[in-house]
C-alpha cells in the first residue's frame, strides 16, 4: 500500500516561514512528478508547485520567489519552503505524486493545515 506522509504545517505570523514535507512510503516506484496545492475556504484547490524527477519545476505565477520546492529521490520525499508567508497563504497545503511505469497512477496526502496571522 503506497502512502503520503505529509508534516510541517502550523501556525506561523505573516513574514514567517514554513517547511513543508512529504514522505512516500509502501510499493512506490518510478516516480515521477511530486508536487503542492493548496486549498483555502471556500475556494478550489490550486498548484503550488511541482517538481519532475529530473529536477525541472513549474510554480503558481503568484508564488515565485517566495515558495522553494525541491525532493530527494533517495527519501522519496518532497519539500516545501515557504517564506515571506501572507494571511493569504492560509489553507490546507496537499502533497500529490505521481508514479508508475505501464500504468501512472496519482496519490494525495491527507493535507496539512497551514495558518498565516496577521
Known amino acids: 500500500q503506497v502512502q503520503l506522509v505529509e508534516s510541517g504545517g502550523g501556525l506561523v505570523q505573516a513574514g514567517g516561514s514554513l517547511r513543508l514535507s512529504c514522505a512516500a512510503s509502501?510499493?512506490?516506484?518510478?516516480?515521477?512528478?511530486m508536487g503542492w496545492y493548496r486549498q483555502a475556504p471556500g475556494k478550489q484547490r490550486e498548484l503550488v508547485a511541482v517538481?519532475?524527477?529530473?529536477?525541472?519545476?513549474n510554480y503558481a505565477d503568484s508564488l515565485k520567489g517566495r515558495f522553494t520546492i525541491s525532493r530527494d529521490n533517495a527519501k522519496n520525499t518532497v519539500y516545501l519552503q515557504m517564506n515571506s508567508l501572507k494571511p493569504e497563504d492560509t489553507a490546507v497545503y496537499y502533497c500529490n505524486v505521481v508514479w508508475g511505469i505501464v500504468t501512472t497512477k496519482v496519490i494525495w496526502g491527507q493535507g496539512t493545515q497551514v495558518t498565516v496571522s496577521s
Open positions: 509502501g510499493s512506490i516506484f518510478s516516480i515521477k512528478d
Open positions: 517538481i519532475a524527477s529530473g529536477g525541472s519545476t
